[in-house]
């Protein structure tokens, strides 16, 4: 599946389902429940885009970056993933501050998966329902693709 992804780096967005509540397994966040719902993380890749957004779709891994500590959770599964090929590393701060404001997606957790940025409070937000594909496609239909999820079509 991932190997139609051309460019060597770029930004992407992950859509994880949390289908039920749960805890992540770091001192610093302990003592935070998170509810089910969609979860959006926002991070980049500049080298092997392609064999990041395969890894993070992989079930079995060696826990090696915030977000893996999410996506190795047996409920939670990767719904689809928006790639902006050749992107600059900013745009991953662009896309978190356009779905915050423009999407009203809320912070999931404080520094979560953003210790390389000064800009963001996070990289990972929350919603409860899923985000309108077509209407966040349409604001950066120039440069966005989606890759869906095994099972779901997009």
């Avoid at 423009?102 to 000064?118: E, T």
């Avoid at 120039?142 to 099972?151: K, Y």
């Amino acid at each position: 599946m991932l190997k139609i992804i051309n460019e060597n780096s770029g930004t992407y967005l992950l859509e994880i389902l949390a289908s039920e509540p749960f805890t992540i397994d770091l001192e610093c966040f302990k003592d935070k429940n998170l509810s089910p719902g969609y979860y959006y993380y926002s991070g980049s890749a500049q080298k092997n885009l392609g064999h990041r957004v395969e890894r993070h779709q992989s079930e079995n891994k060696t826990i090696h970056w915030h977000i893996d500590r999410l996506t190795t959770i047996r409920t939670n599964k990767i719904k689809a993933v928006f790639l902006f090929e050749g992107a600059m590393k900013n745009l991953e701060c662009e896309l978190i501050s356009e779905l915050l404001q423009n999407f009203k997606l809320s912070i999931a957790l404080k520094s979560f998966g953003n210790s390389d940025c000064r800009r963001c409070i996070t990289h990972l937000l929350y919603c409860k329902k899923r985000l309108t594909h077509s209407h966040f496609i349409a604001r950066y239909h120039s440069m966005v693709r989606v890759i869906p999820g095994p099972i779901e079509i997009v």
